[in-house]
């Protein structure tokens, strides 16, 4: 049986992981209406993601004997000023989530919970992939301000990536 202090943490990640993929699914379209197609292709891509994680939780939550709750986490990401600052939200938010993954498994750690721990693993590992995948785009901007290029080449590679 959960204890009350981390169903409750794991149900506010069910709402940031809700909140991921509404959000992603706003970069997306602001994407695609700007004519970036790739950068719109793993936005919606990041959108299903998200939901996946949310389900990992939801369902964890239950066969843990838990009781699930999808509330609203608060208002979508800001509206991206540009194609690079598009990524930066993408960053940011995933430091956001990677920090509050870290603060539940310290409870869980805390509280000698160790299947919840056990499940977090998971999460951690793929909040290092998250991040890198978003750094690595902009590290990918930032040599194209330094030395010349093109976006439209990024973007390419972007629709590539997932197979666009
Ligand atoms: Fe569900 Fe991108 O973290």
Redesign the pocket.
């Known amino acids: 049986m959960l204890k009350k202090e981390i169903q409750s943490a794991l149900n506010k990640q069910v709402a940031m ?1 809700e909140h ?1 993929s509404r959000s992603y699914l706003a970069l997306a379209l602001w994407a695609d209406e700007a004519g970036f197609e790739g950068a719109a292709a793993l936005f919606y891509k ?1 959108t299903e ?2 939901r996946g ?1 949310m389900m990992k939780f939801i369902k964890y939550v239950l066969e843990a004997g838990g009781s699930p709750v999808v509330s609203d986490y608060g208002k979508p990401l800001p509206r991206p000023k540009s194609f690079k600052n598009l990524f930066e939200i993408g960053l940011e938010h ?1 430091k956001a ?1 990677t920090k509050s993954i870290h603060a539940i498994a310290e409870l869980a750690w805390k509280e000698k919970d160790m299947a919840t721990f056990n499940f977090l693993q998971w999460f951690i590992a ?2 290092v992939e ?1 991040e890198d995948s978003f750094q690595t785009i902009l590290n990918k901007i930032g040599l194209i301000e330094e030395h010349g290029g093109s976006l439209y080449m990024l973007d390419r590679e972007l629709a590539m990536k997932v197979g666009k």
Do not use: G, K, L
């Open positions: 992981e991921a990041q993601e998200e994680h995933e989530v793929e909040q998250e």
